[in-house]
């Protein structure tokens, strides 16, 4: 089983919708959470963290729920420019990546 | 702002030659990773250095080398480039183990 999963996807939605992505992880013991954002040909940066309160960015919204180990990214109004690869990072004794989600917001 | 730079953008070798793929960061950071990414796979982290002349396994060590002579340059290197090393590859670097991760723009290597 991988450390950090997500659906590849892609999800392809219309300017304006809302969608929602989320990761699973099995180590119960990891103390951070992050999403990264990936776009075409370039590398990953960080988009936010995730707290356990939950937090807001925007139009960007991450979720934990450490009971069910999982961790969520909402994206409200999607933009065209919101196009890009989703990486999960998992925290424990090191960061781990998981392999991304695709969006694809079209006009 | 944060600068992670690599030697090349597209590299490419044939079976068998020496590899060496250079990262130069601007931040005075301690911690430097290599990675290789893979579709399907995400980042999977290969050597990594909290130090100077220090260097730790990653999850997939096997067929690389690291060196960090220098606090500001991590250096990959394959030995002996083999057609299942294809692949994008990334370097990072952060003030700590766990936090945050700066990358670099990525250099796409193929073997043939």
């Known amino acids: 089983r991988k450390e950090v999963e997500q659906d590849p996807g892609p999800f392809n939605v219309p300017e304006g919708a809302t969608v929602a992505f989320n990761c699973t992880y099995s180590?119960?013991?990891?103390?951070?959470f992050f999403w990264y954002r990936q776009d075409c040909r370039k590398e990953p940066k960080l988009l936010m963290s995730?707290?356990?309160s939950g937090n807001e960015d925007g139009r960007f919204t991450a979720q934990l729920n450490r009971a069910s180990q999982y961790i969520s990214l909402l994206i409200r109004d999607s933009k065209l420019s919101d196009s890009a690869t989703y990486l999960c990072v998992v925290r424990g004794n090191k960061l781990v990546f998981g392999a991304g989600t695709i969006l694809r917001v079209k006009s | 702002d944060v600068k992670v730079t690599q030697s090349s953008r597209y590299l490419v070798k044939r079976t068998g030659e020496k590899v060496f793929l250079e990262c130069v960061q601007d931040?005075?950071?301690?911690?430097m990773f290599w990675y290789r990414q893979d579709p399907g796979l995400g980042l999977r982290l290969i050597y990594f250095s909290y130090d100077v002349k220090m260097k730790e396994k990653g999850d997939i060590p096997e067929g690389y080398s690291v060196s960090r002579e220098k606090k500001e340059r991590f250096s990959l290197i394959l030995e002996s480039a083999s057609t299942n090393q294809t692949s994008m590859y990334l370097c990072?670097?952060?003030?700590?183990?766990?936090?945050?991760?700066?990358f670099g723009p990525g250099t796409r290597l193929t073997v043939t």
């Open positions: 995730v707290y356990s």
């Open positions: 180590n119960s013991a990891s103390q951070s």
């Open positions: 990072a670097s952060s003030s700590d183990r766990v936090r945050e991760q700066y």
């Open positions: 931040m005075d950071h301690e911690n």
